[in-house]
């Protein structure tokens, strides 16, 4: 039976296009999907967010050949000082007893020189991305939309909202938390609304940050402050749904009020540059990864709390991991899309994504929360993880993504 291409990837976003990137430099045919035309996605006013990109992650990137593209824009971490400030304007009155302070030179001898992690805006991810898509000829449909998806003995066939189909062994659900492909495969998901949402503004500041992020835990949730180049950061400040949206409609000095009482002048004065942005915060995990002729990715697989900045870091170990698979698979003459290919995936990532995912909720039910006992326990446990350089250093590791049976690419080798 012909087929329309070797992967059909529905969602052209940075999980998805990231894995079509590394199929096709390892000569498959993927497809993307997209009801977003690249152009769109790369828009200011499109996406405000910045990621924290784990150094591992990163290392993905490298060898997909995109470090002279995204370099100028990633803004090294190489600190990370957690801080219990428990009222407004904590940051302006320096750590409290309770802290954490995470130093990229305690790992250099195990990160090589790498940083903590690196800092870069979703819209410079994503034009980067689209151009090296666009460079390597992989075929992009957008704006199309996956409506419909049938799983065969042999492959699998997808119907666009234009009536389109196209068929392949395999069909990969990356369409974010409300995946088409996943629903047509009969995989459940599970999870809850935070009744949070996550504020995500851009600030110029009048001091440098030194390459520090700073994560303070208000009794409205972590507010974070990100360091992006030329010294700017990005804020994730996460209040309930109604404060968030009532941020998001605040006049532009009634907002500023707000982030100075909550930021403090340490690092000077501040200037909100672009669009205040907003995102409801869930828990979503699927059932399961794959099903016949089918797997899932990125947010579509699960999606979490962004306390940590880890949702991203997961898809990208997750394109990581499902590229090695495939293309191990095709190399020895297996069917890419066969149960026995896919559960390598799975069993790969599962154990990883759910322990994690059920950190990141235990950790947002702790730190959002303004009871005195538990705001004692948490400040007890960060001073004693403080203490201990190798609890300290652990922690680094795992937020680095570079534990655990790393895929060839996040070790930043060739597939
Ligand atoms: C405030 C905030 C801050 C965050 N910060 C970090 C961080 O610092 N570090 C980190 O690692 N993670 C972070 N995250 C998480 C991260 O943003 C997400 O995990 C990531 O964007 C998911 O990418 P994705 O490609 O899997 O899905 P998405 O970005 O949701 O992309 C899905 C794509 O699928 C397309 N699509 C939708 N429906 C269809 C369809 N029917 N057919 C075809 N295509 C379709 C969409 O148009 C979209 O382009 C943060 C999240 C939030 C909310």
């Known amino acids: ?7 059909i990837i529905a969602g052209a976003g940075i999980a998805g296009a990231t894995l079509a990137l590394s199929l096709a430099r390892a000569g498959l045919k993927p497809v993307l999907i997209d009801p977003v035309a690249f152009d769109a996605q790369v828009a200011p006013t499109f996406d405000g967010r910045a990621s924290a990109i784990a150094y591992a992650a990163y290392r993905q990137w490298r060898a997909l050949g995109l470090a002279d593209a995204l370099d100028p824009h990633a803004q090294r971490i190489e600190q990370i000082l957690v801080t219990d400030g428990t009222t407004p304007g904590a940051a302006a009155g320096g750590p409290s007893p309770f802290f954490l ?9 195990r990160s090589d020189g790498e940083p903590l992690g690196y800092l870069l805006e979703n819209r410079h991810t994503r034009a980067v991305l689209a151009a090296a898509v666009q460079a390597a000829g992989i075929e992009v449909l957008a704006p199309a939309r996956v409506t419909k998806a049938v799983f065969g003995a042999r492959s699998a066939e997808v119907t666009l909202a234009d009536g389109r189909t196209l068929s392949a062994p395999l069909a990969v659900g990356a369409e974010g938390r409300g995946s088409v492909i996943r629903a047509e495969a009969g995989i459940g998901a599970i999870g809850w609304n935070y009744s949070q949402t996550g504020v995500v503004a851009t600030v110029r500041m009048e001091r440098p940050h ?22 700017r950061a990005s804020l994730v400040w996460t209040e309930s749904t109604a404060r968030g949206a009532a941020l998001k409609t605040a006049r532009p000095e009634i907002f500023q009020a707000h982030l100075e009482r909550r930021f403090g002048d340490f690092l000077g004065g501040l200037t909100v540059e672009g669009p205040v ?11 399961r990864f794959t099903a016949p002729r089918t797997a899932l990715l990125g947010d579509a697989a699960h999606g979490v709390h962004p306390i940590a900045g880890q949702g991203l870091n997961l898809g990208l170990k997750g394109a990581a991991a499902l590229a090695e698979v495939l293309v191990d698979a095709l190399r020895v003459g297996e069917d890419i899309g066969s149960e026995v290919v896919l559960e390598r995936y799975a069993a790969w990532r599962r154990f990883d994504t759910v322990t994690l995912s059920a950190g990141m909720d235990a950790f947002v039910r702790l730190f959002s929360n303004d009871n005195p006992l538990l705001r004692l326990a948490r400040g007890a446990g960060m001073a004693a993880v403080n203490r201990v350089a190798p609890a300290r250093r652990f922690f680094m590791h795992e937020a680095g993504g570079a534990v655990g049976d790393l895929p060839r690419l996040l070790k930043g080798e060739a597939l």
């Not at 302070?101 to 001898?109: H, V, Y």
């Not at 390459?211 to 974070?224: C, D, K, S, T």
């Open 1 to 7: 039976m012909s087929q329309d291409a070797d992967v």
């Open 101 to 109: 302070r995470f130093d990229s030179a305690e790992i250099a001898d």
């Open 210 to 231: 030194e390459g520090v992020a700073h994560e303070y835990f208000l009794p409205g949730g972590p507010f974070a402050i990100l360091p992006l180049t030329g010294d």
């Open 277 to 287: 942005f907003t995102y409801p915060l869930s828990l979503q995990l699927a059932e």
